[in-house]
C-alpha cells in the first residue's frame, strides 16, 4: 500500500507518459463510418475516431453497440456503408486496398482443432510462404512470450480456457504486425487469468512496438489497460465520448488498488451510464 | 504432488501409468469384443441344435457346420468370386472418393457450378440401382465396367454431399481470419475447408463402404448369369438354380463378411485420422 503513493504525483504533474492519438502519428482514421446491415440494422452511424502510433484505445460500450462491427471494419471484414477508414501511413497495393499489417484476435480462441498449438500460430507464417524453419522458430518464440513453452505439440482441446486464448494471441503477435486487434479477448476467463494477461498485454505492449484497438465492456479493464477509451452507445452505434486516462506505464497490480485508478473507473462508468441512457 | 511444476514443464507421461493406463484400455474393450462374440456363438449353437432336433432339410435351413464345411469344399470357386466382387466394391468405392471430394471441391469453388448440378447428383442418388442397372449392362458392353459404374453410383453421393458439407462448415471466424492473412483460394482450401471437411468426408466414406458392396452385388444380380464375370451374387443364383442351398449360405456369409470387414477397416481409417482432434473420436475423460 506504501509503494501507491509513488506513482499519484508523477499522474498529477501531468508529465505525458506516452503519445496519444492527438500527437502521435495516426495510424488509422475513421471519418463518419456507417455500417447498415442489409436486414436493415443500423449498427454504426457517424463513427469518427482516430488512432495514433504506439497507442492503445479502447472501445467501451454496453453490449450490441457495434464494437465488433467497427473492429471488423478497420480490420477490413465488411466495408462500412459510407463514411471512409484511412490509413495515412500505410502502403496501398494495386488494388488500393491499404497494407493494414494488423493482426486480430477473436472474442473466440478461433483455433483449427486439427492442428497443435505450434501449427497454429504457424498459420499466419505459413499462408504468407514464409521459411519452415523460420516459421518453426518464431511461432515457439510467441509461444513461450505468452508462457506457452512446452505446449507446442498440444491440441487445442487438451489446453485450458485461458491458455487457448493465449495461443490466439501468440498467432496474432508472429507476425510482429503494426496493429493488434483484440475483440474482448478475454471476456470469457476467469478473473485471476483476465487479470495476469492483462499484465502480460501490457508487458508486450511496452516491449514491442504496437498499436492496439482493444474491444471491452468490462470498464475496469479497460481504464487499467489503455491511454485513452472511446465510450461508445447504442442503437445505433456512436461515439458518447472519448476519456484519456494520464496514468503512467508500466501499470500494475498496485495500480489496479491505487485511488487514481477508482477515479478513473468512476469516471468511465459514469460516462457508460450516460451511454446507456442516451 | 508438485501440480504447478508439471503444468510448467508440459505434458508429463509417467511410464509406469502409462502401462497402466494400457492395461485399464484393454480392459474396457475386452468386454466390447466378449459381448457380441458370446451372442453371435449362442446363436449359432441354437441354430445348429434345432436344424436337427426338429430335422430341417438342408435345402430350406442348412446347419452353421453345413455351411461352414460347404464353405470349405467350395473354396476355390467362392473365393474367385469373392475376389471379384471385392475388386469391384474397392474400385467403385475410390472412383465415387475421387469423383465426389473434386466435385464437392468444384461446388465450394462455384455456387452456380452446385446449383446446376446437386440436383442431378441427387436423382443419381434416389433412382433405385435394380431400375437402371439393367439399362447401364445394355449400354455399356463390358460387363465389369458396368457393374462398376452400378455400383459407383450407390456408393458416390453420400460422399459427395457429406463433403460438400463439411467444406462449408468451416468455421466463420476462421474464414475471416484466412481472409484477413490474404490466404489464396488453395490455401483455404488446403489448411481449413479440406481439414474442417475430414470428419463428414469419413462419415460418408463409410456409409459409401457398405453402399458400393451393396451396389455391387444388387448389379450382378442384374447382369445375372448373363455375365463372364462371376462375383458372389452370380453364385448365389447358380446355387438357387441347382437348389444348392448351403452353397447359397456360405456366399451369402462371404458377402456379410465383407461388408463388415469393410466397416471395420473405415472406422479404423476414420479414427485413426481423427482420434488426436475431433469429438467423435476421443475418449472423454469427465
Ligand atoms: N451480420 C449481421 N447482420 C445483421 N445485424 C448484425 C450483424 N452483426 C451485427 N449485427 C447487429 O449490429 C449491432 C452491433 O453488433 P456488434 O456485434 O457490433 O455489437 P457489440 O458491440 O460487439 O456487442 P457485444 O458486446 O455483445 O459483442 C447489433 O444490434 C447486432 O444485432
Ligand atoms: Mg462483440
Given at each position: 500500500?506504501?509503494?501507491?503513493?509513488?506513482?499519484?504525483?508523477?499522474?498529477?504533474?501531468?508529465?505525458?507518459?506516452?503519445?496519444?492519438?492527438?500527437?502521435?502519428?495516426?495510424?488509422?482514421?475513421?471519418?463518419?463510418?456507417?455500417?447498415?446491415?442489409?436486414?436493415?440494422?443500423?449498427?454504426?452511424?457517424?463513427?469518427?475516431?482516430?488512432?495514433?502510433?504506439?497507442?492503445?484505445?479502447?472501445?467501451?460500450?454496453?453490449?450490441?453497440?457495434?464494437?465488433?462491427?467497427?473492429?471488423?471494419?478497420?480490420?477490413?471484414?465488411?466495408?462500412?456503408?459510407s463514411g471512409e477508414i484511412d490509413w495515412p501511413s500505410a502502403d496501398h497495393d494495386v488494388a488500393g486496398e491499404p497494407r493494414r499489417d494488423l493482426s486480430f484476435v477473436f472474442q473466440e480462441p478461433t483455433l483449427m482443432p486439427w492442428a497443435t498449438a505450434i501449427r497454429n500460430v504457424m498459420l499466419p507464417l505459413r499462408l504468407a510462404r514464409t521459411a519452415r524453419s523460420e516459421m518453426q522458430d518464431r511461432a515457439a518464440e510467441a509461444l513461450a512470450l505468452v508462457g506457452l513453452g512446452g505446449f507446442e505439440n498440444a491440441y487445442p482441446r487438451e489446453l485450458s480456457g485461458g491458455m487457448k486464448m493465449r495461443v490466439s494471441i501468440a498467432r496474432a503477435i508472429v507476425t510482429r504486425p503494426r496493429i493488434l486487434l483484440m475483440d474482448e479477448p478475454f471476456a470469457a476467463l476467469d478473473e485471476i487469468t483476465r487479470f495476469k494477461l492483462n499484465n502480460d498485454l501490457l508487458?508486450?505492449?511496452?516491449?514491442?512496438?504496437?498499436?492496439?484497438?482493444?474491444?471491452?465492456?468490462?470498464?475496469?479493464?479497460?481504464?487499467?489497460?489503455?491511454?485513452?477509451?472511446?465510450?461508445?452507445?447504442?442503437?445505433?452505434?456512436?461515439?458518447?465520448?472519448?476519456?484519456?486516462?494520464?496514468?503512467?506505464?508500466?501499470?500494475?497490480?498496485?495500480?489496479?488498488?491505487?485511488?487514481?485508478?477508482?477515479?478513473?473507473?468512476?469516471?468511465?462508468?459514469?460516462?457508460?451510464?450516460?451511454?446507456?441512457?442516451? | 504432488m508438485n501440480d504447478a511444476a508439471i503444468a510448467v514443464a508440459g505434458p508429463?507421461?509417467?511410464?509406469?501409468?502409462?502401462?497402466?493406463?494400457?492395461?485399464?484400455?484393454?480392459?474396457?474393450?475386452?468386454?466390447?469384443?466378449?459381448?457380441?462374440?458370446?451372442?453371435?456363438?449362442?446363436t449359432l449353437l441354437l441354430w445348429e441344435i434345432t436344424v436337427h432336433v426338429r430335422g430341417i432339410e438342408p435345402y430350406i435351413l442348412p446347419s452353421p457346420l453345413l455351411i461352414a464345411q460347404t464353405l470349405i469344399a467350395n473354396w476355390g470357386s467362392l473365393q474367385v468370386s469373392l475376389w471379384v466382387t471385392l475388386q469391384t466394391t474397392a474400385l467403385a468405392l475410390i472412383v465415387a472418393v475421387v469423383l465426389g471430394v473434386s466435385l464437392a471441391i468444384l461446388f465450394t469453388q462455384s455456387k452456380w457450378v452446385e446449383l446446376s448440378f446437386f440436383p442431378y447428383a441427387?436423382?443419381?442418388?434416389?433412382?433405385p440401382i435394380v431400375a437402371i442397372a439393367?439399362?447401364?449392362?445394355?449400354?455399356?458392353?463390358?460387363?465389369?465396367?458396368?457393374?462398376?459404374?452400378?455400383?459407383?453410383?450407390?456408393?458416390?453421393?453420400?460422399?459427395?454431399?457429406?463433403?460438400?458439407?463439411?467444406?462449408?462448415?468451416?468455421?466463420?471466424?476462421?474464414?475471416?481470419?484466412?481472409?484477413l492473412y490474404g490466404a489464396s483460394r488453395f490455401q483455404m482450401l488446403r489448411f481449413l475447408r479440406l481439414p474442417a471437411a475430414m470428419p463428414y468426408f469419413l462419415g460418408g466414406l463409410r456409409i459409401s463402404g457398405g453402399l458400393a458392396l451393396i451396389g455391387a452385388v444388387v448389379a450382378e444380380f442384374v447382369a445375372g448369369t448373363?455375365?463372364?464375370?462371376?462375383?458372389?451374387?452370380?453364385?448365389?443364383?447358380?446355387?438357387?438354380?441347382?437348389?444348392?442351398?448351403?452353397?447359397?449360405?456360405?456366399?451369402?456369409?462371404?458377402?456379410?463378411?465383407?461388408?463388415?470387414?469393410?466397416?471395420?477397416?473405415?472406422t479404423l481409417v476414420s479414427h485413426l485420422v481423427l482420434r488426436r482432434w475431433h469429438e467423435s473420436a476421443i475418449r472423454r475423460e469427465n
Open positions: 500500500m506504501i509503494g501507491l503513493a509513488a506513482p499519484m504525483p508523477a499522474a498529477d504533474s501531468g508529465a505525458p507518459p506516452l503519445p496519444t492519438a492527438t500527437k502521435g502519428r495516426p495510424i488509422v482514421t475513421l471519418r463518419g463510418v456507417e455500417k447498415q446491415f442489409s436486414n436493415g440494422t443500423l449498427a454504426v452511424e457517424d463513427f469518427n475516431a482516430v488512432v495514433g502510433a504506439h497507442e492503445f484505445v479502447s472501445l467501451l460500450g454496453p453490449s450490441g453497440c457495434g464494437k465488433s462491427t467497427v473492429l471488423r471494419m478497420i480490420a477490413g471484414l465488411g466495408a462500412p456503408t508487458e508486450l505492449w511496452g516491449a514491442q512496438s504496437w498499436t492496439v484497438i482493444f474491444v471491452t465492456h468490462s470498464v475496469f479493464e479497460s481504464v487499467y489497460l489503455s491511454q485513452r477509451i472511446v465510450v461508445m452507445a447504442a442503437r445505433p452505434g456512436r461515439v458518447i465520448s472519448e476519456i484519456a486516462i494520464t496514468a503512467p506505464y508500466p501499470r500494475d497490480e498496485s495500480f489496479r488498488t491505487s485511488p487514481i485508478y477508482n477515479d478513473h473507473c468512476r469516471a468511465v462508468s459514469a460516462e457508460l451510464h450516460r451511454a446507456m441512457a442516451a | 508429463v507421461v509417467k511410464p509406469a501409468r502409462a502401462a497402466a493406463r494400457r492395461d485399464a484400455a484393454i480392459a474396457q474393450a475386452l468386454p466390447r469384443i466378449l459381448a457380441p462374440v458370446a451372442i453371435g456363438v449362442i441427387v436423382i443419381l442418388q434416389v433412382t439393367p439399362l447401364i449392362i445394355i449400354w455399356v458392353n463390358d460387363t465389369r465396367i458396368a457393374l462398376l459404374i452400378c455400383a459407383w453410383i450407390v456408393a458416390f453421393f453420400p460422399i459427395l454431399s457429406n463433403t460438400t458439407l463439411g467444406l462449408n462448415s468451416a468455421d466463420h471466424n476462421l474464414l475471416n481470419l484466412f481472409q448373363g455375365g463372364q464375370a462371376s462375383g458372389l451374387a452370380y453364385r448365389i443364383l447358380e446355387s438357387g438354380y441347382q437348389l444348392q442351398i448351403p452353397k447359397m449360405f456360405a456366399a451369402l456369409f462371404l458377402i456379410s463378411l465383407s461388408g463388415v470387414c469393410i466397416f471395420l477397416v473405415l
